[in-house]
């Protein structure tokens, strides 16, 4: 196994990479949406999302409550597997517009509120549901004001309670004020209508047109109580006076049986500097930056600790190597003062308990490991932008199917250099193909149980399940197949040194070795809770996660602290003569996944008090089970090919008689 060779040219080249995946920049992000242009009084649909909560985690659709219905009746967009996998149920809504035509307009009156109907918007305004509406791919947002400062948010409630009082009242009345750029094109034609209007150059340049760009979409919501038996006389979009928002409770729309509500909307658009490829710019600003830097200097802190403990390893075995050149009647001598390391030489390539299983773990931490470094490359290089709803997701589930034969052509070679031979190596790739994937497949069944149980937009249907299944039978099952055989078409690692038919015994030791291999993951977390935290922000408290620059880097440090505490773990169960060093190495770094786990509990108690019922709490900790079983088998993968190398080249270099 050759070391890995890097020129000085490439190496000076280092440093600009890590400028250009960490520094900000206002650059164009290359897939997602195309740039959208309308002309004046061109109309403009809005569409609506599923209504989310942090405090249950169950999304459902937006027309699930008592809200007015588009004329042509509910459409539903398509959705990619991503947005599926999300809960996301993205239909058309009654709310349209007319570009730089500032209006206020009536939608409709409900009939009087049934005892389900006031039972379920009750329900949802106190679980704090979120209606999320999407403009020309932008997500609706709201402006609130906190203790002087001002808080961001991407949708708005359903409605609203008051501090001191048991009633609700609903959200009837909604402000949009869409910012818009002109855009001055010479050569462009609108191809479309509407939302999916696409500016396109044309092929000739007979004529000059001009059209406005979306930029920005916000909303002020209100609670307003309208006279129901006057305004039901409106037809839909009929043209109202306009309305400001009260602030006396007793002039707002209260939830209660047999009352109707009405619900109105303003628009104003508002002409804006912003271009159209810095639109995003607003969801995507995250604050901390120091603390990411913070966490970066601390993982370098822990790399140049460790190293200084691997050099001191090697040099220490370099020394006693050294020893080794000399004359047989010195040879000899130092054979009978053997000591540490050395004295297991006979048995430290003896053949692992669960030997399959843990080709079967290796397998799968590779296609994991080489999923994840590939996805947050092609994020960080902005191949993965939101404005592409569900891209992040979809292109991870489509890697790791691709990604299969590396699973196969690992966990079989390993297999054959373990066992000699590559007997039996059908059975090791299948199991690479089900191992994994179906610890996966069980979670997401019984979570998508509960989420059907609860009518949740959430829970997968039925058809959703057989793709998926058809994807992991007719890709990832036969890719794992073919790297298996590539496998046993390579020559198995010949061990340096021949197994001993005898075990030998290992000494007994004060404290179990367990212990220090639990103990050592604490040094791969401390290079990634950071992280983790504005991960586990992104996913449960609805907020945008983008800084994949510092992921990547937070990521290739992490493979590094992995690959040397593994190294000096296994090192020292040699030095103590324990030779059984397979799955110790493999936890030793692997173990970080226990203290992932115990985080994200302790996430739940105290970043996610406002999460409640018992439902929400075994979504959270079946999606936490499956994020720290991924963890583990990528990380215990890196500590043990790493140590394999280092006890391969350890024993490769002794020469006794």
């Not at 907020?543 to 620059?549: A, E, H, L, N, S």
């Not at 692997?590 to 994200?600: F, K, R």
Request: charged share 15%; aromatic share 14%.
């Amino acid at each position: 196994m050759a070391p890995l060779m890097i020129s000085k040219r490439c190496f000076s080249l280092l440093p600009l990479f890590f400028l250009l995946i960490t520094c900000p920049s206002n650059g164009f992000y290359l897939p997602g949406s195309y740039m959208h242009t309308y002309s004046q009084d061109e109309p403009i649909s809005v569409k609506v999302n599923s209504l989310t909560s942090i405090e249950t985690e169950l999304p459902f659709s937006y027309y699930s409550l008592p809200y007015c219905q588009p004329k042509g009746g509910i459409k539903k967009s398509a959705e990619n597997l991503g947005e599926l996998l999300m809960g996301d149920q993205i239909d058309n809504s009654p709310y349209t517009f007319h570009m730089n035509v500032n209006e206020s307009l009536y939608l409709c009156t409900t009939k009087p509120l049934n005892e389900h109907e006031v039972k379920l918007l009750k329900q949802r305004t106190r679980d704090l549901y979120q209606v999320n509406m999407i403009l020309d791919n932008l997500p609706v947002m709201r402006f609130t004001q906190h203790n002087g400062v001002t808080i961001q948010w991407t949708g708005f409630p359903v409605g609203y309670t008051p501090t001191a009082g048991n009633d609700d009242y609903i959200i009837n009345h909604l402000k949009f004020k869409v910012l818009v750029h002109k855009y001055e094109g010479s050569g462009v034609e609108i191809i479309g209508i509407g939302e999916e209007a696409m500016g396109m150059p044309s092929e000739t340049d007979k004529k000059k047109m001009s059209g406005y760009e979306i930029v920005g979409f916000e909303v002020i919501p209100c609670t307003v109580k309208h006279d129901a038996e006057t305004m039901s006389k409106h037809n839909m979009y009929d043209r109202i006076e306009p309305v400001n928002c009260p602030l006396e409770l007793d002039k707002c729309q209260m939830i209660k049986e047999q009352e109707r509500i009405t619900f109105t909307y303003d628009v104003e658009f508002v002409k804006s500097d912003i271009r159209w490829p810095s639109r995003w710019d607003a969801y995507l600003k995250m604050d901390g930056a120091k603390v990411h830097w913070f966490s970066i200097m601390n993982s370098l802190m822990v790399i140049f600790f460790l190293a200084g403990i691997v050099i001191v390893i090697f040099l220490t075995v370099r020394r006693d190597l050294t020893r080794y050149e000399l004359d047989k009647e010195a040879k000899a001598q130092m054979n009978e003062e053997l000591s540490g390391w050395k004295l297991v030489m006979g048995d430290v390539f003896r053949e692992p308990t669960c030997s399959k299983l843990l080709c079967v773990m290796v397998g799968d931490g590779v296609q994991i490991t080489c999923m994840a470094v590939v996805t947050i490359v092609f994020a960080a290089l902005g191949f993965m932008s939101p404005a592409s709803r569900g891209m992040f997701l979809t292109g991870m589930v489509l890697l790791y199917l691709f990604l299969g034969i590396f699973a196969g052509y690992t966990g079989v070679r390993l297999w054959s250099t373990i066992k000699g031979g590559s007997e039996g190596w059908r059975s090791v790739a299948w199991s690479i193909a089900c191992f994994f994937p179906g610890v996966v497949f069980v979670i997401l069944t019984f979570l998508n149980f509960l989420l059907w149980w609860n009518n949740s937009t959430g829970a997968l249907p039925i058809s959703s399940f057989f793709t998926l299944l058809s994807l992991w039978f007719c890709i990832s099952m036969p890719l794992i197949l073919l790297g298996g055989f590539l496998g046993t078409r390579a020559d198995p690692i010949q061990f340096p040194v021949r197994t001993n038919q005898i075990p030998r015994e290992i000494p007994a030791r004060k404290y179990p070795s367990w212990l220090l291999v639990l103990g050592a993951g604490i040094l791969p977390f401390g290079t990634l809770f950071i992280e983790l935290f504005f991960i586990l922000s992104s996913i449960w408290l609805g907020k945008f996660y983008y800084v994949f620059g510092f992921l990547l880097i937070v990521l290739l440090l992490l493979v590094i602290v992995c690959a040397e505490v593994s190294v000096v773990l296994t090192y020292m169960h040699l030095c103590v003569e324990d030779w059984r060093w397979w799955w110790k190495a493999f936890f030793a770094s692997g173990s970080v996944s226990l203290y992932v786990l115990l985080y994200s509990i302790n996430y739940m108690l105290f970043d996610l008090k406002s999460l409640s019922g018992a439902v929400s709490a075994m979504l959270y900790m079946g999606y936490s089970l499956i994020m720290a079983l991924a963890i583990m088998l990528s990380t215990g993968t890196i500590g043990f090919l790493m140590s394999f190398y280092f006890v391969h080249y350890l024993f490769s270099s002794v020469k006794i008689d």
